[in-house]
């Protein structure tokens, strides 16, 4: 059974930092695409950040230059550094992991990131 479990949510001032966690279970972890997406209340589900397997990475705009994400593929998890936090950041920040030119997409359960003074 696929299990991703988020950790690390929270209440945060503005310019804070937050780090979000994802520990992946049931899955061959490293040739995964993983991902942190985050839905913001009356908002689509919009992508972050995502790392290959071979540790590309792609950024959403408006996280440029503030969040980070990494892989520790031993550790079976994914991690979202988030620096400089803005109002505009809070969501439930989701997990997911994406096998290439397969079928399997698994998703956590959410983590609340809130940014706010």
């Known amino acids: 059974q696929v299990q991703l479990v988020e950790s690390g949510g929270g209440l945060v001032q503005p310019g804070g930092s937050l780090r979000l966690s994802c520990a992946a279970s049931?899955?061959?972890?490293?040739?995964?695409?993983l991902g942190w997406y985050r839905q913001a209340p009356g908002k689509q589900r919009e992508l972050v950040a995502f790392?290959?397997?071979?540790?590309?990475?792609n950024y959403a705009d408006s996280v440029k230059g503030r969040f980070t994400i990494s892989r520790d593929n031993a550790k079976i998890t994914v991690t979202l550094q988030m620096d400089s936090l803005k109002p505009e950041d809070t969501a439930v920040y989701y997990c997911?992991?994406?096998?290439?030119?397969?079928?399997?997409?698994?998703w956590g359960q959410g983590t609340q990131v809130t940014v706010s003074s």
């Open positions: 049931g899955i061959f972890f490293s040739i995964y695409v």
């Open positions: 997911n992991a994406r096998r290439p030119a397969a079928p399997n997409n698994y």
């Open positions: 790392i290959t397997s071979d540790g590309s990475t």
